[in-house]
């Protein structure tokens, strides 16, 4: 079985730039959350994907938006990126109302 | 407001030295405690899940047990591999899937 996945690794963008970050749910999940993490901090959510629908936003400005597909993978976008937009980018799948399973992380730099 | 208050911020234990990590939350009606353990610059990994109060599970060294007001995560006999960042989370009350997420306890375990 093969788990959560997300791409790149790591990313360098300068400000006012957009960026696209890529995630694969782990099979038989049909639902995906982003989660940005921030240096010494704990996840804060993002927002979260159900069957191809926005099924709930946290305190995220509307630069920050996304996507899943049919399979159930997920793009995350940021446009107009900012300094503060510097973290950990997570990605987390689960069976609606299951546990959430993350995967390794995208490291985005803004400079 | 709902929240997630981890303590100690960090835990310096030697070798073999029992203790536990507090974890207390403020949500109107608990869906679900989660504890993570999340390694430098990796994505959290599943540990356990709590669903009432008086819940108790396992897992090698690791305890977690949960209250009303709190849970803990009590690590008996660690070893220098359990060193990591402890992550507790709740599900949002309303929100389906969001988590909740405390700022870790910062453990580190020396021979």
């Known amino acids: 079985e093969t788990g959560v996945t997300q791409s790149p690794t790591h990313l360098i963008k300068t400000r006012g730039q957009q960026v696209t970050l890529r995630c694969s749910s782990q099979?038989?999940?049909?639902?995906v959350s982003w989660y940005q993490q921030a240096l010494g901090q704990g996840p804060q959510f993002i927002f979260q994907?159900?069957?191809?629908?926005?099924?709930g936003r946290g305190n995220f400005p509307p630069r920050f938006s996304g996507l899943q597909f049919p399979n159930y993978s997920s793009e995350l976008n940021v446009n107009a990126l900012e300094l503060d937009d510097s973290a950990l980018y997570l990605c987390?799948?689960?069976?609606?109302?299951?546990?959430?399973?993350f995967g390794p992380g995208t490291r985005l730099t803004v400079l | 407001e709902d929240q997630v208050t981890q303590s100690p911020e960090a835990l310096r234990l030697q070798e073999g030295e029992s203790s536990s990590l507090n974890c207390s939350y403020t949500?109107?009606?608990?869906?679900?405690l989660f504890w993570y353990r999340q390694d430098p610059g990796k994505g959290p990994e599943f540990l356990f899940t709590?669903?009432?109060a008086g819940e108790e599970k396992e897992k090698e060294r690791l305890k977690a047990t949960l209250t009303k007001k709190e849970s803990f995560l009590h690590i008996t006999a660690p070893k220098p591999e359990d060193s990591a960042t402890y992550l507790c989370?709740?599900?949002?009350?309303?929100?389906?899937?969001?988590?909740?997420f405390g700022t870790g306890t910062r453990l580190q375990v020396f021979p």
């Open positions: 987390a799948s689960s069976a609606r109302g299951h546990e959430q399973f």
């Open positions: 949500v109107s009606g608990l869906r679900g």
């Open positions: 994907y159900y069957r191809e629908e926005e099924n």
């Open positions: 709590l669903y009432s």
């Open positions: 099979s038989g999940h049909n639902t």
């Open positions: 989370a709740v599900l949002h009350p309303y929100n389906t899937d969001k988590l909740i």
